[in-house]
């Protein structure tokens, strides 16, 4: 298994196809489902990723041989309600309608471990997290994957080297108490200035997932919101 939670791009698989690997029997899975329009490396190599583990598995009888592109994307959520029914999320997705969606996993009765079991004994309300769901899509109800603790960093941005474009989205770094942090390809899109204060989430690798204005609480108004999947990765839409 090649494993990647950064550079894999055009050029890393220029390079790889140099060195013999063979996708062309690859299937790409993101968060567990393939997607419509999502069915060649190169395609998926259109952007450059940062903090989504991409893994390559090869065939059992070749190694070079690339039968298996699995994608993980996470996105961050935090915590707006919680009872002992169910816990709601907001997350920086829309609906068919292009309305923010905010995602609640329910209580099943019958299962003492499951989603909501998970989530209101290792989270409370405000709480921020990353959640990994199926096809990275809520719209359709889909299910609960995973999800991974955030560490947080605050304070007042010095430097800031990021662009804003369709193929890459909101792309780039800036610099922390003499720190230099990445923004992760799914980041939440909150504008980043110089000379502003912010309290920053870094996913499991060390990535920025997200972000809110220090003295702010975050608003789904801020956001780039994640539509769909698209043919290069994740498309946003404003």
């Given at each position: 298994?090649l494993?990647y939670?950064?550079?894999?791009?055009?050029?890393e698989?220029k390079?790889?196809?140099?060195?013999g690997?063979?996708?062309?029997?690859a299937t790409?899975?993101?968060n567990?489902?393939?997607?419509?329009?999502l069915d060649?490396?190169?395609?998926l190599?259109?952007?450059d990723?940062?903090g989504?583990?991409?893994?390559?598995?090869?065939?059992?009888?070749?190694?070079?041989?690339?039968?298996?592109i699995?994608?993980?994307?996470?996105?961050?959520?935090?915590?707006?309600?919680m009872?002992?029914?169910?816990?709601?999320?907001?997350?920086?997705?829309?609906?068919?309608?292009?309305?923010a969606?905010?995602f609640t996993?329910?209580?099943n009765?019958?299962?003492?471990?499951?989603?909501?079991?998970?989530l209101?004994?290792?989270?409370?309300?405000?709480d921020?997290?990353?959640?990994?769901i199926?096809?990275?899509?809520?719209?359709?109800?889909n299910?609960v994957?995973?999800?991974?603790?955030?560490?947080?960093?605050?304070?007042?941005?010095?430097?800031?080297?990021?662009t804003?474009?369709?193929k890459?989205?909101?792309?780039?770094?800036?610099?922390?108490?003499?720190t230099?942090?990445?923004?992760?390809s799914g980041?939440?899109?909150?504008?980043i200035?110089?000379?502003?204060?912010?309290?920053?989430?870094?996913?499991?690798?060390?990535?920025v997932i997200?972000?809110?204005?220090?003295?702010?609480?975050?608003?789904?108004d801020?956001?780039?919101?994640?539509?769909?999947?698209?043919?290069?990765?994740?498309?946003?839409?404003?």
């Amino acid at each position: 298994v090649l494993t990647y939670v950064e550079d894999f791009d055009e050029d890393e698989v220029k390079d790889l196809k140099k060195d013999g690997y063979d996708f062309g029997s690859a299937t790409i899975y993101v968060n567990g489902a393939e997607i419509d329009g999502l069915d060649d490396v190169d395609k998926l190599a259109g952007r450059d990723y940062k903090g989504t583990a991409i893994e390559l598995y090869a065939d059992e009888d070749d190694d070079k041989d690339i039968s298996r592109i699995v994608v993980l994307q996470g996105y961050l959520a935090q915590v707006t309600d919680m009872d002992d029914e169910d816990v709601t999320m907001d997350n920086p997705w829309l609906n068919d309608n292009d309305e923010a969606v905010p995602f609640t996993v329910e209580d099943n009765s019958k299962d003492d471990d499951d989603w909501f079991d998970r989530l209101s004994k290792r989270y409370d309300v405000d709480d921020y997290f990353v959640i990994f769901i199926e096809a990275a899509d809520v719209n359709d109800g889909n299910d609960v994957l995973a999800v991974s603790d955030v560490e947080t960093v605050s304070g007042t941005v010095k430097t800031v080297k990021i662009t804003d474009d369709m193929k890459h989205g909101y792309n780039g770094s800036f610099t922390l108490d003499g720190t230099k942090y990445t923004l992760a390809s799914g980041y939440n899109n909150v504008e980043i200035n110089a000379g502003d204060e912010y309290d920053f989430f870094l996913d499991e690798n060390g990535f920025v997932i997200g972000a809110k204005a220090a003295d702010d609480e975050v608003n789904v108004d801020d956001y780039i919101f994640v539509k769909q999947v698209g043919e290069s990765g994740f498309d946003t839409i404003a």
